[in-house]
């Protein structure tokens, strides 16, 4: 059962969550260059102080769904279906969460060129992406029944979450995805 939540923490979800939209839009209509923190702060009627408790950068403003990618990546391996290795649970997640989603959706379509054209948003989404490295090794730890701190796990983490950017830089992501993710289940020989 879960506890219910309060006013206040509505409020400040609401807030959070109308400061990201209002970011975005911004970005999307103007260029992530040319809108500042004050414009997005303006245009919610908040101080630069209370955005910036919510979100510390600017890029952040971009990258608010932290939380739930580092859930949905360990569920992915957690919760699949008997049968299906661990490199092909990712590989579908990976597909479905970021190269299936760009056909059809037109505001995710732009929202990932606004990305992909803006440097400091390409290095912080990486770095951001990259951090569930740990989380993940340990899930695929766990599953396995191996140490938390075993190299292959955190390889096989790191390498996975990579297939992403370097799909991202190929004409063909999801056979780049399908590739990488064939190398990490059947290594070189195989290929």
């Known amino acids: 059962m879960s506890t219910p939540v309060g006013r206040r923490e509505r409020k400040k979800?609401?807030?959070?969550?109308?400061?990201?939209?209002?970011?975005?839009?911004?970005?999307?209509?103007?260029?992530?260059d040319n809108v500042t923190i004050r414009d997005i702060?303006?245009?919610?009627?908040?101080?630069?102080?209370?955005?910036?408790?919510?979100?510390?950068?600017?890029?952040?403003?971009?990258?608010?769904?932290?939380?739930?990618?580092?859930?949905?990546?360990?569920a992915a391996v957690r919760d699949r279906p008997e049968g299906l290795s661990i490199p092909q649970a990712l590989c579908a997640h990976?597909?479905?969460?970021?190269?299936?989603?760009?056909?059809?959706?037109?505001?995710f379509a732009a929202f990932l060129r606004l990305v992909a054209d803006t440097p400091a948003l390409s290095e912080y989404g990486h770095r951001m992406w990259?951090?569930?490295?740990?989380?993940?090794?340990?899930?695929?730890?766990e599953a396995t029944g191996r140490q938390p701190d075993d190299y292959r796990c955190a390889a096989l983490a790191h390498l996975a979450l990579e297939t992403s950017a370097f799909a991202h830089r190929t004409d063909d992501a999801e056979q780049a995805v399908d590739t990488a993710f064939a190398l990490l289940e059947h290594g070189w020989n195989a290929a």
């Open 130 to 141: 990259m951090r569930h490295q740990d989380a993940l090794a340990r899930a695929i730890a």
């Open 94 to 107: 990976i597909k479905r969460i970021r190269i299936d989603v760009r056909g059809s959706d037109p505001r």
């Open 13 to 32: 979800a609401a807030t959070r969550q109308a400061l990201a939209d209002t970011a975005l839009n911004l970005f999307l209509e103007h260029g992530y």
């Open 41 to 74: 702060a303006d245009a919610v009627d908040v101080s630069t102080t209370t955005l910036l408790k919510y979100f510390p950068t600017k890029e952040a403003l971009v990258f608010d769904e932290d939380t739930e990618q580092e859930a949905a990546l360990v």
